[in-house]
């Protein structure tokens, strides 16, 4: 279990990390989304004892990573694919790796079959590597001392489609016989489909952590009518929430059956009507994280 509690990291006047608080369970995925800047790679740097916190603490096992006796074993970290030695061949990395945690040598093999990487390939050097094959060689390093926890960060970049869809079953696998997942991604395709769990950070602070399934049901319902200004006061009459998009569209709480029935009552002619959910990750990720969009602070 990876456990954070009241974390805040501020370098001077900057605040990266403002009082973040969650958890990542055993036999689950838990997504941390972001956009850049948002404060997911300082704090998962705090978890691994890369950067110090200002304030509040984060644990694995209920342990800080510097008081585990052999890390490895433990928890698996890939932070940056490109922070390998670029001289070193594949092979080279993982056996440094096998035999600082005192592992047996045939595990180096293992891993390099489990990521998919070639006999010819892992004698290459890292210099001559693609980013994708770097991230096989990080998360082969992240997996070789068999570890309870793993923590990513952007793992799927510079991997194919074949190669996303290999690293999504792996961590599944994973999650499944009982280890603990904390994967960040910008890729929200790839979280919305192999995460149970997701907290989203903007601006340093917490936004919304859940369940995936509580969170998109929360997103409520979107619809669209001829008359959308009758629509929204004939909703506020049954005392729903009802906000109205510049561009016509109406977005409540209420459930799609409960606006249909009103919109059928009051005469209105609906053009669109859907649970928001069923725009998925993507477009709650936007909403929550809006102020902290580059683009966004930008307009």
Do not use: C
């Not at 052999?70 to 698996?76: D, I, W």
């Not at 047996?104 to 590597?129: F, H, I």
């Not at 109205?244 to 059928?264: I, K």
């Amino acid at each position: 279990m990876i456990t954070v509690d009241s974390l805040s990291v501020t370098y001077g006047r900057f605040t990266a990390v403002d009082d973040v608080s969650f958890t990542a369970r055993p036999g689950r995925v838990t997504g941390f989304l972001g956009p850049n800047g948002a404060g997911k790679s300082t704090t998962m740097r705090v978890m691994v004892g890369l950067t110090r916190p200002t304030h509040g603490s984060a644990s694995i096992s209920g342990r800080p990573y510097a008081e585990l006796p052999n890390p490895g074993l433990e928890v698996g970290v890939l932070l940056d694919a490109s922070a390998q030695h670029a001289g070193r061949t594949g092979r080279e990395i993982l056996t440094l790796a096998q035999r600082t945690m005192g592992l047996p040598s045939a595990r180096v093999d293992q891993m390099l079959q489990r990521v998919s990487l070639t006999g010819s390939e892992a004698d290459r050097r890292v210099r001559n590597y693609s980013l994708g094959m770097r991230q096989r060689l990080g998360i082969a390093t992240a997996l070789i001392g068999d570890p309870e926890v793993l923590i990513l960060d952007e793992p799927a970049n510079g991997l194919d489609p074949a190669g996303i869809r290999w690293m999504r079953d792996l961590l599944r696998e994973y999650a499944d016989q009982g280890g603990t997942v904390l994967l960040s991604s910008h890729l929200l395709h790839e979280i919305e489909v192999i995460a149970d769990d997701l907290v989203v950070i903007g601006n340093g602070r917490i936004v919304a952590q859940g369940t995936k399934a509580d969170l998109l049901a929360a997103a409520g319902t979107v619809v669209r009518a001829a008359n959308p200004l009758v629509l929204v006061t004939e909703l506020e009459r049954t005392g729903v929430t009802v906000s109205l998009s510049p561009d016509g569209t109406v977005r409540t709480d209420a459930d799609p059956a409960h606006v249909g029935q009103v919109a059928l009552s009051a005469g209105i002619a609906l053009t669109e009507l859907r649970s928001a959910d069923s725009a998925g990750l993507e477009e709650m990720f936007l909403e929550l994280t809006a102020e902290s969009q580059r683009e966004g602070a930008a307009a």
